[in-house]
């Protein structure tokens, strides 16, 4: 994302064309220590290099194919990709240049002293890594051509050298060069094949190791660090032989030398299946070395061509001689000190091993620990199942946003004068804001502080009403109404009062950031309603009849302006209500039935089913859904709607609950609120979905006017359908969720409680009713 908006586009030709800009943005510092992250760790670049060979568990075929060419490259592909647009700067030099050297010089260093096959070649290949990586950092096109000569013939001999480890390991049982050699005479086919890339890895002439690093020891001559002409070529030179040192250790331990018993009796040449493909490797080590021209003037030149980006560059054919070159000088040096490291190896070890040896796998160990211990700490500072906390939290932060946006805002006062202040509006701004107060003062008590809940929701309804909003004023009211009857339900099952709360302290801090966001949030009301701003309600007005079909505007925003919002409201309520059904499921049995009954009321009524209310309910059911109907079908025109009528609906159901009980209730439906739920969720889908049948967006609606006789022009419009989908997902919101509640009330009865209607017997005594008569003969 930086780098695009470096460069001004996101396409990776038109980026490596502008480099210029790239680099002088002030972007470029960010960029480069990002990409170079992402390229060094892929890489294995130190001080991320011990994940490599740590990652050598797979057969020596997969090793070869990751850890010789394809996995592990992809980081210096990335840096020789986007070498025309970062390279070039002092930054680039140092970071890129200094992390390959030291890469190349302590991966050369371990491989140098470790005794398992493929750890050998794990160390060398992060060494070569290194190798490429300075070599992209030296920033000269000859140093790129020298980098993608190298990938070329590091990955032929490392293939090569892995699939032969293979080969030893499958006839011997032994990967260890302790316990391996003189293998050369018991399978001489597969140990010529490994000889020739483990020479071609030291630099051997010949071979094409020797050639692609004569080329970087050149680049490394022409290099210049911290003032002095001598650091990186001296450097370069040191990690060529170490290179060298750990091939002929290599080789001679495992090839050469004296023989060892080995694990599997008499090793032998595998079948030609086995050493085929190193020789299909060898042949282009060889051919290379003998023939550079095979690769100079094509792939290696296309390459590196593809690397500096549209410069032409400037390629010199390769050869295999030079003439006597200080290169050529620094190459013999390599080999000679490779084989004398190799003679004094035990000394060296022995000094190896009094220094200090820090494991960057350890150390890597730790910090992740130390991390995991760290985010523990966090997380239990953060999330201490303390409601007040993650409420004081977003709070303060909202609250610190704001005020940023405050402090760089116009502060002047708005324009817009003030509406006067009547009797009816005061009277309910005083109970409004005693209800408020009471509710902080009274909320240990949790009947009371519903009940004045409530009574705050009824002022907010009514002062919709005062404002011309019926539509809110009616989805408030019937909001509040189910809400507080639910909410009395479930504080049935609850203790009457809350727990201790916190230190004074405690309640000060919340206190006063409570009324700081009240403030802020009053003081935003107050900026915006002071102030004429251009709003989209004249659109919305303009368009509501001949857009969406319908003269209440709030309704057509709900099902068709806005309907995308409202389905994803739907969708909240009907997860809402399976949270609700899962967890309270856990409260029937076990722990939680237990814990639940010990919290419950003592104290019962005496009368569970009083007669006046059932027989009030009952009337009343047929009426509700009457409204409830009559409420739905007005909607796009008149106050009302799906969601409205919906809740008047629910509200009946809940009081055929409250008033003739769970039993009976239950048994009277013939649809559980899950299907409800599920109808509702996907009747409005299906109404959005339909119009991609007419190639219109989702949820675009259509309407039309069908005279009818007797009854004139009636609107037919598909916001209806989505509006039955709100309908049906509130009452099987409510539904699924007074079921449940009703469950638990009735697994928590301790005793008995009647099945009927009414606790009161119609008789002294109840008597069995009498059996139906018979059914009379055919012929009477």
Not at 150 to 179: P, Q, W
Not at 612 to 639: C, D, E, S
Request: aromatic share 8%; hydrophobic share 55%; proline share 6%.
């Amino acid at each position: 994302l930086l780098l695009g908006k470096a460069a001004g586009s996101y396409q990776l030709t038109e980026i490596l064309q502008r480099g210029d800009a790239v680099r002088e943005s002030p972007l470029y510092l960010p960029i480069l220590l990002l990409l170079l992250g992402a390229a060094f760790t892929k890489s294995a670049q130190f001080p991320f290099h011990f994940w490599l060979p740590h990652a050598m568990a797979a057969p020596t075929p997969v090793s070869a194919y990751l850890h010789s060419a394809t996995m592990v490259k992809a980081g210096v592909f990335l840096l020789a990709r986007l070498w025309p647009v970062l390279a070039g700067t002092d930054w680039w030099f140092a970071i890129v240049t200094t992390t390959g050297l030291v890469t190349m010089l302590v991966g050369a260093w371990i491989a140098l002293f470790k005794t398992d096959l493929k750890a050998i070649l794990a160390y060398s290949t992060v060494s070569h890594l290194g190798l490429m990586v300075m070599l992209l950092g030296f920033g000269t096109e000859y140093a790129v051509i020298a980098c993608v000569f190298h990938i070329l013939n590091h990955a032929t001999f490392k293939a090569a050298l892995f699939m032969s480890v293979g080969i030893v390991d499958h006839e011997t049982g032994i990967r260890d060069i302790r316990r391996l050699g003189g293998l050369l005479r018991l399978m001489p086919i597969s140990s010529v094949l490994a000889l020739t890339a483990a020479a071609a890895m030291a630099g051997v002439p010949l071979f094409n190791g020797f050639l692609s690093k004569e080329m970087m020891l050149e680049a490394a001559l022409h290099t210049g660090a911290m003032g002095q002409d001598w650091i990186v070529p001296v450097a370069a030179t040191v990690g060529a032989l170490l290179s060298a040192a750990y091939s002929a250790r290599l080789a001679f331990s495992t090839y050469l030398g004296r023989r060892h018993a080995h694990a599997s009796g008499t090793p032998h040449d595998p079948p030609v299946g086995m050493w085929l493909p190193v020789a299909a490797l060898v042949v282009p080590v060889l051919a290379i070395g003998l023939w550079p021209q095979l690769v100079a003037g094509g792939l290696v030149q296309r390459t590196a061509q593809a690397v500096v980006g549209s410069t032409p560059l400037q390629f010199e054919p390769l050869a295999i001689w030079h003439g006597p070159t200080l290169a050529l000088l620094m190459s013999v040096v390599a080999l000679g000190g490779g084989l004398g490291l190799l003679w004094a190896l035990a000394s060296l070890e022995r000094l190896r091993n009094l220094l200090p040896r820090p494991d960057a796998k350890t150390m890597f160990d730790v910090t992740v620990a130390a991390s995991a211990r760290a985010a523990r700490w966090v997380i239990r500072r953060l999330h201490g199942e303390s409601l007040p906390r993650y409420l004081a939290a977003i709070v303060l932060t909202v609250l610190v946003v704001g005020a940023i946006g405050f402090a760089g805002g116009n502060h002047a006062a708005g324009a817009r004068p003030m509406l006067p202040l009547n009797l009816p509006a005061a009277v309910g701004w005083v109970l409004l804001v005693v209800a408020s107060l009471g509710v902080m003062a009274f909320h240990i008590h949790r009947l009371v502080t519903l009940i004045l809940s409530s009574v705050v929701g009824l002022i907010v309804s009514l002062t919709f009403m005062l404002f011309s909003a019926p539509d809110l004023a009616l989805t408030q009211i019937s909001v509040e109404v189910v809400t507080i009857i639910l909410l009395l339900l479930a504080l049935n099952l609850l203790p009457k009062v809350t727990p201790p709360e916190t230190a004074t302290v405690r309640k000060w801090i919340n206190g006063a950031i409570a009324a700081c966001g009240g403030l802020a949030a009053a003081g935003l009301a107050f900026a915006v309603m002071t102030r004429d701003v251009d709003s989209i309600s004249a659109f919305h007005l303009a368009e509501s009849k001949p857009g969406g079909g319908g003269t209440n505007v709030v309704n057509v925003i709900l099902v068709d302006f806005r309907g995308f919002d409202t389905f994803g409201e739907i969708i909240v309520l009907c997860i809402a209500a399976l949270v609700i059904f899962a967890l309270l499921s856990t409260a029937f049995e076990g722990a939680a039935a237990r814990r639940l009954d010990r919290m419950r009321q003592r104290l019962e009524s005496a009368d569970a089913h009083p007669l006046m209310l059932v027989v009030a309910t009952r009337l009343l059911l047929p009426l509700a859904i009457t409204v409830g109907i009559y409420i739905f079908l007005r909607g796009h025109n008149q106050p009302g709607g799906g969601f409205i009528a919906g809740l008047v609906v629910a509200t009946a159901i809940i009081m055929q609950f409250m008033a003739s009980g769970y039993t009976w209730s239950s048994e009277q439906r013939n649809i559980d609120g899950h299907r409800l739920l599920g109808a509702g969720v996907l009747i409005a889908a299906a109404t959005g979905i339909g119009s991609f049948l007419f190639g219109r967006p989702f949820l675009t609606s259509y309407f039309v006017y069908v005279p009818i006789p007797l009854i004139g022009e009636v609107e037919l419009a598909t916001a209806l359908l989505f509006d039955v989908g709100v309908f049906l997902t509130v009452v099987g919101t409510v539904f699924l969720s007074l079921s449940q509640i009703s469950r638990v009330e009735h697994r928590a009865n301790r005793g008995p409680v009647p099945a009927g209607p009414s606790d009161i017997p119609m008789t002294p005594q109840a008597a069995p009713r009498p059996a139906p008569p018979a059914a009379a003969p055919a012929e009477s």
